[in-house]
Structures are given as C-alpha cells and as structure tokens.
C-alpha cells in the first residue's frame, strides 16, 4: 500500500488530481486510519477548492490523532480560506505548541496576521521562522510585505532581494517583488518580474494578474486608481469604511454648497468600479495584453462595453429625438455599468452567485422599466426607480462584502 501513497504524491505534484484521489481512496479503503494518506486526501481537497470535504478528512484525523500537528496546520488554512482568523491563528498556535521547530507554521501564522492587517504582529512571527530557518523562501516574503506595509521600503525590497539569491527561480518570489514594484509606482520594474515569473511557472495567477494590472498602469489615470487600492488594501475593515462613509458624507455635503465638487467625488466613486473592466477593454487592443486577461475579466469587459456603447448611443438618441424611452434605456444601461463591472469581484463562490442573482434581478428590472417608458412615455416610473435604488443597495452589498474578504 506505500506503493499507493508514492504514487498518490507523484500525481498531486503532477497537478493530476483526479488520478491522486483514486489511489488515495483505493489505499484507504483498507487503511482508514493511515494519517499520511489522510493527510494527502486533504491536501488533494484543497487544491481543488473541495474547502469543506478538507475540514471534514482534518476533524475526522484528529479525533483519532489529537497530536498530529500537520491537520491543526489544515485547519488553520481552511480557517484562513474562510476569513475566520481568530480560529485560524488558534489552529495554528496548537500546531506550534506541538511542532515548535518547523518554519512554516511561522509563516502561516504571519500571513493569517496580514490578513488581519496587523503588520507589526506579522512581521515578528516571520522573524521568528527565519530564526528557525533563514532561508524559508514563505517567511522571507511574507516579512517583506510586512515591512513594505510599515513602510519600511528598503528593508521589504533587500528581504525579497535576498529570497531571490537564495533561489533565484522561485516564481512566487518575482511575483511577489513585482506587486512591491507595482505599489511603489514602478510599473516597469513590476512588469520585468512578472515575466520573469511566468517564464519560470506560466500558470502562476499572482503573476498573470500582476501582468495585466502593471501593462494597464501605463495609464495615467488607472495609476492613481492602483495608488487608492494599494492605500485601501492596507486598511483594516473598519477604517475602510470610515474612508467610504467620510467620502459619502463630504459628497452629500458638497452637493448641498458646492456642485462642481459633487460631480468631482461622485465621478470619482464610479471610476473605482467601472476603471478596471474600462481599462481592460483598452488592453484588449494590444496585441499581448488581450491574453493576460482572464476568461472572467474578458466576459465582463465585453458585457461593460456593450452597456458604455448602448448608453452613449441611447442617450445621443434621446437628445435628438426626445424619446423618453431612449431616456429610461440610457438611463438603466448606465446605471447597470457598475453591478456589472463587479460581477467577479468576490473571490468566494458563493458570495459570486449571490451577485450574479442580484445583478439578474436589477437587469430584469431594467427590461420592464425601459418597456414600460416607451408604453407610457415616463423614464422614471416604478421599475427605474426600484432599480436605481437596486444599484444603491448593490454598492453597499458589493462594499461590505469585498472589506469582509479583505
């Protein structure tokens, strides 16, 4: 039966999942309590997103094997994939009292702590894996990204610097260096290592959209759109929305005393949504840049610039002819641009089919707004308005759910 774990192993580092899980079950079916197939099954779960069957392999184990600290370590990131950090650092902890000598348990409880923004918190457990290993490559870039959160610029870029000469082909590192150059509005530098590191592993994702946010940072304006992220992403939940509700207060103040402003801050709020899927639709013109982008970020460029192009010539109409179903199909296609833009902005599945259902509901609403204006002449009847107030309420779900995961 070890013939089976081999070969279970050889196919997860082959990518070749499915072949993994048959020798896996096959192995177990006569050694239900082998932790190490156990282990791989729930590792093999993992890598294909199978998040609950894991947690299940992982409780199952410990309660037959309490002490065995590589399932508190799944845990931690089952946890950590599901946001719950306090029971992810928890897991971790355990796992450390149990295995205090292996440096990746530091490394994963640094990245819990940069999930939770607590930089300085971070940045001392990475320390303290590399105490136990100054060349673990994960606590190497994790203590630059504390650092570079912190401020600390210098120390972040000579960290990830020393990761590479300890391994100068190590993907996850150029990539990581090349979001450091990105926020350090070096987007040259930034794009110099995410080719490096698509040489080295092509289906890295971290690099690939990397790749496509340092081609589009050649822009003016979608640089100081990256600049207002990279500033957000810093952020705990609660200051990103103090952030929100200070610009949505400012924008209502300046609407009452200062009109021009209003349309400077309101212009503003929109281009956060609608600047990325825009901004793909340029990229698509250049003749590499149209492959870095994803079949996601393809389908809503295309669904962006129909409802942009339906918008611009429906209203154009509308002032020549005066129709005021024209107005009502102007009016909706606008509106719609900003659900739309964020159709895949949540990482999580089920959050995404939560939107996908609402964005539907705020289409259909548009539908039967626009007949209705040309049947009864009225651009602002009962279905508009339901769906204006639609938008609204999508922007607060689409913002509590992206600080959430952030």
């Known amino acids: 039966m070890a013939v089976l774990i081999q070969r279970a192993q050889i196919l997860l580092q082959q990518g070749r999942f499915d072949d993994a899980f048959t020798a896996l079950r096959q192995h177990l079916s006569t050694n239900a309590h082998d932790t190490e197939g156990l282990y791989l099954l729930a590792v093999c779960y993992l890598e294909t997103g199978n998040t609950a069957e894991a947690e299940q392999v992982a409780a199952y184990t410990l309660s037959f094997a309490p002490y065995d600290d590589r399932f508190l370590y799944l845990q931690s990131r089952i946890a950590s994939i599901k946001n719950q950090y306090n029971e992810a650092i928890r897991a971790i902890s355990s796992a450390v009292a149990i295995n205090p000598h292996y440096s990746h348990y530091f490394a994963m409880w640094s990245q819990i702590l ?21 060349e673990d490559e994960a606590c190497l870039n994790l203590r630059s990204h504390a650092l570079f959160s912190l401020g600390r610029k210098e120390e972040a870029f000579s960290g990830l610097h020393e990761a590479l000469e300890h391994n100068p082909e190590n993907a996850y590192t150029h990539a990581n260096l090349g979001w450091k150059w990105l926020e350090a509005r070096n987007h040259r530098k930034a794009l110099e290592h995410f080719r490096e590191s698509l040489k080295i592993d092509p289906n890295n994702e971290v690099a690939r959209n990397g790749m496509v946010q340092a081609m589009k940072a050649r822009y003016w304006l979608y640089r100081q759109f990256l600049n207002y992220s990279f500033f957000m992403g810093r952020q705990k939940a609660r200051t990103q929305w103090a952030i929100i509700i200070a610009i949505f207060i400012l924008t209502q103040i300046a609407n009452q005393y200062f009109f021009p402003l209003y ?54 109409a509308f002032m020549i002819s005066g129709i005021n179903g024209l107005l009502a199909l102007c009016i909706c296609t606008g509106v719609m641009l900003l659900p739309s833009a964020g159709l895949y902005v949540s990482e999580r599945k089920k959050s995404r089919n939560f939107t996908r259902w609402y964005v539907a509901g705020l289409a259909l609403l548009g539908v039967l707004g626009v007949g209705f204006a040309f049947w009864k002449n009225d651009p602002f009847n009962i279905f508009v308005t339901v769906m204006l107030i639609g938008v609204f309420g999508y922007q607060i779900l689409a913002n509590y759910i992206l600080t959430k995961e952030g």
């Not at 940069?114 to 100054?134: F, I, Q, S, T, V």
């Open 114 to 134: 940069l999930n939770k923004k607590e930089y300085e918190a971070a940045l001392r457990k990475a320390d303290e894996g590399l105490a136990l290993n100054p």
């Open 263 to 316: 349309v400077i801050l309101a212009l503003m709020a929109i281009s956060t949504w609608l600047i990325t899927p825009v901004s793909n639709l340029f990229l698509r013109l250049n003749p590499y840049g149209r492959y870095a982008l994803s079949p996601e970020q393809t389908k809503v460029s295309n669904i962006v610039g129909i409802l942009l192009g339906v918008t611009l010539l429906s209203g154009t």
